[in-house]
């Protein structure tokens, strides 16, 4: 089995999805890459059926709130969605990240029709943060209580 070199991954990337990507980052050998919300679920689907790329395993998916990220002084949106993706055939990993635009009402597309694995995870992020799946099959709580008031990994 080839591994691609996080370099080699960045620059097919880039290639591939050109002015879509935000940001391309290569750091302590992992590729990131920053997905605009409104471009998401294509990027996601061309990652995992897209010629040249292989990504068919979404090994997980993680909320993040940024407000008191670097001592509070971060500048942009607060919440963002994390995707860790895997390619076996490829034998590399690929982080995605998107950010929620609205803070008061933080909301990405759902990614269960790409991966229905991200069914739970994503109601963990809810559930978690408060991050709202647009088109989640069955969005409610998963670790707190039913009538818990609030998201207990929010920094506020």
């Not at 999805?17 to 980052?25: H, I, K, P, Q, T």
């Not at 395993?57 to 909320?63: A, F, Q, S, V, Y």
């Amino acid at each position: 089995m080839a591994t691609i070199r996080p370099d080699a991954l960045a620059a097919s990337l880039e290639a591939a999805f050109g002015d879509v990507l935000a940001e391309v980052r290569v750091a302590l050998g992992e590729v990131t890459i920053v997905v605009p919300v409104d471009r998401l679920l294509p990027t996601l689907t061309r990652l995992r059926d897209g010629p040249g790329f292989s990504f068919a395993t979404l090994i997980d998916l993680c909320g993040i709130d940024y407000s008191t990220y670097g001592d509070g002084s971060r500048d942009g949106p607060r919440f963002a969605v994390v995707y860790h993706l895997l390619s076996l055939a490829d034998n590399c990993r690929l982080r995605v990240r998107t950010f929620a635009q609205d803070e008061a009402f933080p909301a990405v597309p759902s990614a269960v029709d790409v991966w229905p694995v991200a069914n739970w995870f994503e109601r963990e992020a809810f559930d978690l943060y408060g991050i709202v799946f647009e088109g989640h099959p069955d969005l409610r709580r998963l670790l707190t209580d039913y009538g818990f008031i609030g998201h207990p990994f929010r920094k506020d």
